[in-house]
């Protein structure tokens, strides 16, 4: 099994520029989310989804789009980058239940100059 | 709103030495918790959870955990630290209820450094 699988491992984008963060998992999670870690931050909690359909805003929305169109995808859109944006995306995703835990990706570095 | 504050951002013990990561955690509802451990580029991996049951949990790589509801904390101990345990960890947290399903929400982190 694959687990988590993130896309790209890396990126440098430019001020105003969009892009999307790929998210796949074949694990059959109904839960799936996104955060983004900074120094001194931890995680934080940027989108997440209870299943296909269904997105709710984390801690940190402003200036991402999600959508849920299948159970195993879940992509974080930039629409106009921001150098703030520069940082590590986590995608992770679980079984239904807050009992659990999350299955983590191994990450997207982004660099916004 | 649940919260999860980790004390002390990095702590250095010597090969050998007891480890003691802390978590204190906010909740109205009861919580389970979590322990991640995060090696350099590297992403997250669970050490051990606490949902209900025994309030002493047992995790990977010799790690456990002890969740004291009166204190709300799930400290995270290991009575000998090895070089590899260098890493980053964090406490995470989740509950059932309508506002929180599929939320989970980590602490800030604690560097563990370990000398020779």
């Known amino acids: 099994n694959a687990g988590v699988t993130q896309t790209p491992k890396f990126q440098v984008l430019k001020t105003g520029q969009s892009m999307t963060l790929q998210c796949a998992q074949d694990?059959?999670?109904?839960?799936m989310s996104w955060y983004r870690q900074d120094p001194g931050m931890g995680l934080r909690l940027i989108h997440y989804?209870?299943?296909?359909?269904?997105?709710d805003q984390g801690e940190v929305p402003n200036g991402y789009n999600v959508s849920r169109s299948t159970t195993e995808d879940f992509p974080l859109r930039l629409l106009s980058a921001a150098p703030s944006q520069t940082s590590v995306y986590f995608c992770?995703?679980?079984?239904?239940?807050?009992?659990?835990?999350?299955?983590f990706g191994s990450g997207t570095r982004l660099t916004v100059v | 709103a649940q919260s999860v504050t980790q004390l002390g951002s990095h702590v250095s013990v010597s090969e050998g030495a007891l480890v003691l990561l802390r978590c204190n955690y906010s909740?109205?509802?009861?919580?389970?918790l979590f322990w991640y451990v995060q090696y350099p580029n590297q992403g997250l991996q669970l050490l051990l959870k606490?949902?209900?049951?025994?309030?002493l949990v047992k995790g990977i790589n010799g790690f456990e955990a002890e969740f004291k509801k009166s204190e709300t904390s799930f400290h995270l101990t290991k009575p000998s630290a090895h070089m590899s345990d260098a890493a980053e960890y964090f406490c995470?947290?989740?509950?059932?209820?309508?506002?929180?399903?599929?939320?989970?929400?980590f602490g800030q982190g604690t560097t563990l450094q370990v000398k020779p």
């Open positions: 992770a995703s679980s079984l239904p239940g807050p009992s659990y835990g999350y299955t």
């Open positions: 694990m059959n999670h109904e839960y």
């Open positions: 989804s209870v299943g296909a359909g269904i997105t």
């Open positions: 909740s109205s509802v009861p919580p389970y």
């Open positions: 606490y949902t209900t049951g025994a309030t």
């Open positions: 995470a947290v989740s509950h059932h209820g309508s506002s929180n399903t599929g939320k989970l929400i």
